[in-house]
């Protein structure tokens, strides 16, 4: 009998959890718990579009209207329709779900820089009518989100509470919904990429004639990961909404989509835990570079620069080929 | 209500023509590289504020105008040289975020050197603008279109007369055997990189006294640029120029009939429209794939 | 013996070229038939024709008894046919043993939810599959690759790599386009024997080929093609014994070597 390795989640996992854990002992005040709600919020919506474009191989340049829905979606079905937030997290995510399956059912038959430019227009085409629409989403203002609340308790980024004797701020608590929700985004992909519809997913960017042949439908494969990365996003909008309190339009816009997906590159495509590193890193860099002021977009770019053509496939595949070589 | 018509297919066509020019030099470089290259709005940026600055310092325009230009080849050279180059045989989606952190970079150090107000760079003529039937057409739309067409008809020839256009011709058709032939293939990539820069500055110095200029304006023009030339189909530059007015066109009709709310969405709606039919864009060439 | 496939007057065009022209034959359930002609006579677009990655102009395929016409390339594994391709199809950005996974797809869990919560009953057969997938690539001769990345193993092992994909989705059929194409003597002659253990599994064989010696020791049947059009069809020594095909395929005789013959 042959004998394989597999190689387990378990470590990477364990990381993961020490890490989420440690970095609330390295958080001095309110705004470093802050930074690190948002990392982990955008990562979840990192480790989504991973899926689509790291294992997939579909490149999308419009993501950022996915997580603007599903923020818009919860801030107005908790103002308008009085439904509790949890709930209207669900619908949204369907709701969005369903809107990326009307909406990629044509345009994933477009491939490479075509597909890019269609999910462009139409992360594009989303930022302008949420900005117009203001009757529905208050326009360029934004819109204002109740606090989040489970089963009548809220949770408020003021409020002061007591756990086991233990008392902790709102901003605590929602970091560890964050990096809770985290961890279970990071699971489920990893879950997800080592199943068979993960490796026919994978298929879909090493060769779609490879997966024609093993009988997979690569029209609705592609649909199918488009629409998990949707609803991932959606989920993450949704939590945003609520945590900040407010939303925008900005939430939608090329520039957020086009964060989104140096995110994914930067930290490595196809390596969920890289996407993580890489949505630290991206919110990371402003803050190092405040002292600069002016000189704060210039040193950017360059680093953005300087890390994608040292390391073209990401800050950790990259990393992680170095060990290798080492070890070998 | 012709006057009308007449004035916004006047002014689309104007807008157009620089669509085109951008999109043009998107084409080129896409053409010789695959890349695509999200810095190509700095360029016309270039152009139009480096005008501005050296008119500052006191020189004349006529020289200010050349000198710009010079700086955008330059930018253009180095662009490819000091990133695109070394990135080598990168994946496409890492070219991509390259020449976006190139863009961001640009753009950062025009908002040092050259600040972050709006500037107008005075009209070319005299007479500002001309009444044509009822309508008011600017004098600057006529330079415009003449330099454009000029423009397209020097790279037509370059490609088709001159031994350097044939040599970059044959780079973007196939790398591997033009190097194999003796091109110096880095070198004609750099001249593309170099075109694509002149291109882009000129037409962001003669759009400058119409829509102003800053250190920004290349963000929006670029990625309508590219929006254009994926219209017309990736690597046609023929498809490049008739994305770039079709766009113009397109643009100046919804604006003045429908509503300048929508106006901005009109180049993706248009895109997304003639992908919906033209899974290649208007001329782009049908890839098949042997097995 | 029932005909497993069953081609008849298949053509087709590519905008005046007739690539296949009026193509009738049938293969047999169990039996080894290759596929001959000199390059341009079709035979990668006979493949195409059948395995639904090209529609024909006219005629049709059937497979058991089932006509395959308008099918989609997806839609062939689950008919029992499968393929590899002269310019290999391979996943480079999966390991060896992923790529052979990939070819069971269609025997395994496929719901969004249970591959999102890995739950046990996806898991357990993901893990048969696995083994499955290890023996199979024993079977083809590339096991030792079995811990490799796709992208470190060399052109002959994934050519090995690709028909052990095609068997783990246990076709009837298995069409294999030039599987010696860039093989040396020895592996050659490795295949030869592998073939000859897929055909003893009861699978039909159906392949394109070049290399005369692996085609008149391997097959039962053999279809002569050239310019698009049927030349001949038979056993190998009917095959070699062809006038038409002596001429037209594997060289005439000089009129000097016959005088010294």
Redesign the interface.
């Known amino acids: ?6 190689r387990s989640k378990v470590p990477g996992l364990v990381a993961l959890l020490v890490v989420l854990a440690v970095a609330p002992l390295l958080a001095a005040n309110a705004f470093h718990y802050d930074l690190m709600i948002k990392i982990c919020l955008t990562a979840i919506v990192a480790v989504g579009l991973n899926l689509l ?1 790291g294992y997939a191989g579909q ?1 999308s340049l419009g993501h950022a209207a996915f997580y603007a829905a599903g923020a818009y979606a919860s801030a107005l079905l908790t103002q308008n329709y009085a439904f509790s937030p949890l709930p209207a997290m669900l619908t949204a995510a369907v709701a969005v779900g369903a809107l990326a399956w009307l909406v990629g059912r ?2 994933l ?6 597909l ?3 999910t ?3 992360g ?2 989303a930022a ?2 949420i900005n ?1 629409e203001d009757q529905i989403t208050g326009g360029p203002d934004g819109l204002a989100v109740a606090p989040l609340s489970v089963f009548g308790h809220e949770l408020s980024v003021f409020g002061r509470y007591e756990w086991f004797g233990v008392a902790i701020t709102g901003t605590q608590l929602w970091y560890l919904l964050a990096a809770g929700g985290l961890f279970l985004a990071v699971w ?1 992909a990893l ?2 990429i ?7 997913l ?2 879909l ?3 779609e ?10 029209a609705k494969y592609k649909l ?1 990961v488009f629409v ?1 990365s949707a609803v991932y996003a959606s989920v993450a909008g949704s939590l945003y909404a609520h945590y900040s309190g407010f939303i925008t339009p900005d939430a939608a816009s ?1 520039g957020h989509s ?1 964060e989104l ?2 995110i994914v ?2 930290g490595g ?2 390596s969920t835990y890289g996407v993580i590193l890489g949505a630290a890193i991206l919110l990371l860099i402003p803050q190092f570079l405040t002292g600069f002021q ?12 300087a890390v ?2 040292f390391m ?2 990401g800050l950790v595949p990259t990393i992680a080929r170095r060990f290798q070589k080492e070890a070998a | 209500m012709f006057s009308e018509f007449f004035q916004f297919s006047f002014s689309g066509i104007t807008l157009g023509a620089i669509y085109a020019l951008v999109a043009l030099g998107f084409t080129l470089i896409y053409n010789a590289s695959h890349v695509i290259n999200f810095a190509q709005g700095e360029f016309l940026m270039i152009g139009g504020m480096g005008t501005v600055v050296l008119m500052d310092t006191g020189a004349p325009i006529y020289l200010a105008i050349p000198g710009a230009i010079v700086m955008a080849g330059i930018a253009g050279v180095l662009l490819h040289k000091l990133a695109i180059a070394p990135a080598k045989n990168a994946d496409v989606v890492t070219l991509i975020i390259i020449t976006i952190g190139a863009s961001i970079f640009l753009r950062g150090l025009a908002q040092i050197f050259w600040g972050k107000d709006y500037h107008a760079l005075p009209a070319f003529s005299d007479t500002e603008s001309l009444s044509v039937g009822g309508a008011v057409l600017l004098t600057q739309s006529l330079w415009i279109l003449g330099i454009a067409a000029l423009l397209v008809t020097a790279l037509g020839l370059f490609f088709t007369r001159t031994a350097l256009g044939k040599a970059l011709l044959a780079t973007s058709m196939n790398k591997d055997a033009a190097s194999m032939v003796g091109i110096k293939t880095g070198a004609i990539l750099t001249l593309a990189f170099g075109i694509a820069a002149l291109l882009g500055a000129v037409a962001g110095v003669i759009v400058a006294p119409i829509t102003f200029t800053a250190y920004d304006i290349g963000i929006m023009l670029g990625l309508k640029g590219f929006i254009a030339a994926a219209i017309g189909g990736l690597g046609s530059s023929t498809g490049a120029i008739l994305g770039g007015l079709l766009l113009g066109l397109a643009e100046a009709y919804t604006a003045g009939y429908i509503s300048s709310d929508y106006k901005d969405a009109v180049p993706f709606v248009l895109i997304l429209a003639i992908l919906f039919f033209l899974p290649n864009g208007l001329l782009g060439s049908r890839a098949v794939e042997r097995v | 013996m029932s005909a497993l496939l069953s081609v008849k007057n298949l053509s087709k065009e590519f905008g005046g070229v007739h690539a296949v022209e009026d193509l009738s034959f049938e293969v047999e359930q169990g039996r080894i038939h290759s596929i001959i002609g000199p390059n341009g006579a079709g035979k990668t677009t006979l493949f195409n024709l059948i395995t639904g990655l090209y529609q024909p102009s006219a005629g049709s395929v059937h497979l058991n008894g089932r006509s395959l016409a308008g099918h989609k390339p997806h839609e062939l594994a689950p008919l029992g046919m499968c393929r590899t391709f002269q310019n290999l199809q391979i996943c480079m950005n999966m390991s060896a043993l992923e790529n052979v996974m990939l070819g069971r797809h269609r025997h395994l869990g496929q719901g969004t939810l249970a591959s999102l919560l890995k739950l046990p009953a996806l898991r357990r057969g993901d893990h048969a599959c696995r083994q499955q997938c290890a023996d199979l690539m024993e079977f083809v001769g590339c096991g030792q690759y079995l811990n490799h990345h796709a992208s470190a193993m060399p052109y002959g092992a994934l050519k090995r790599l690709e028909i052990a994909r095609a068997l783990a989705s246990e076709p009837d059929i298995l069409l294999l386009d030039e599987p010696a194409a860039g093989l040396n003597r020895t592996e050659t002659d490795a295949l030869r024997d592998v073939i000859r253990k897929i055909a003893d599994k009861g699978i039909t064989v159906v392949l394109v080929e070049h290399d005369m010696k692996l085609v008149m020791s391997v097959s039962d049947q053999v279809l002569v093609l050239c310019y698009g059009r049927q030349l001949a069809d038979g056993t190998p020594d009917q095959i070699r014994a062809n006038p038409d095909v002596i001429d037209a395929y594997l060289g005439s005789r000089k009129p000097e070597e016959e005088a010294l013959a």
């Open positions: 009998m042959a004998t394989f390795k597999t474009v490149v044509p345009i038959h477009l491939k490479g820089h075509y890019s430019m269609a462009l227009g139409l594009v085409i302008i009518v117009n489920l879950n997800l080592d199943s068979p519809l993960g490796r026919a994978r298929a960017h090493g060769s004639i490879a997966a024609q042949v093993a009988g997979v439908d690569t199918r998990i090329f086009i997906i140096t590159v930067l495509m196809a002016e000189l704060e977009m210039v040193l950017f770019g360059a680093i953005l620069m994608m053509i073209p496939r």
